[in-house]
Structure formats: structure tokens, C-alpha cells
């Protein structure tokens, strides 16, 4: 079972929409996504964070 938005804010203590983008790129296979709102280099439930900038 995938992971939903309400679970990674609780888990990873990030803002809902951030979490909801997370979700996202788990749901369609991402292994990295490019934000700058979360630190780079983070991981989050198996998803790495980098900063495009």
C-alpha cells in the first residue's frame, strides 16, 4: 500500500502540500524530485529531495 499525504506530513513533519507532491512521486515510480521548498539531499520515504537552484 502506498503512502498518503497525511501520512508523510506526520511522518516526515512537512508542510501537507509538500507531502502530497511526495505521495505523488511515489504513486508514478519517482526515486527524486526537484524542489526548493525542502532541503536537498533529504530523503523521504524513499523519495530524494534536490534543489533545481
Known amino acids: 500500500?502506498?503512502?498518503?499525504?497525511?501520512?508523510?506530513?506526520?511522518?516526515?513533519?512537512?508542510a501537507f502540500?509538500?507531502?502530497?507532491?511526495?505521495?505523488a512521486a511515489i504513486w508514478a515510480g519517482a526515486d527524486r524530485i526537484l524542489l526548493e521548498d525542502?532541503?536537498?539531499g533529504q530523503t523521504i520515504s524513499g523519495v530524494r529531495i534536490?534543489?533545481?537552484?
Open 1 to 14: 500500500m502506498l503512502p498518503g499525504g497525511f501520512r508523510i506530513e506526520d511522518e516526515s513533519k512537512i
Open 17 to 23: 502540500w509538500d507531502a502530497l507532491i511526495v505521495a
Open 38 to 40: 525542502l532541503n536537498a
Open 50 to 53: 534536490e534543489n533545481p537552484f
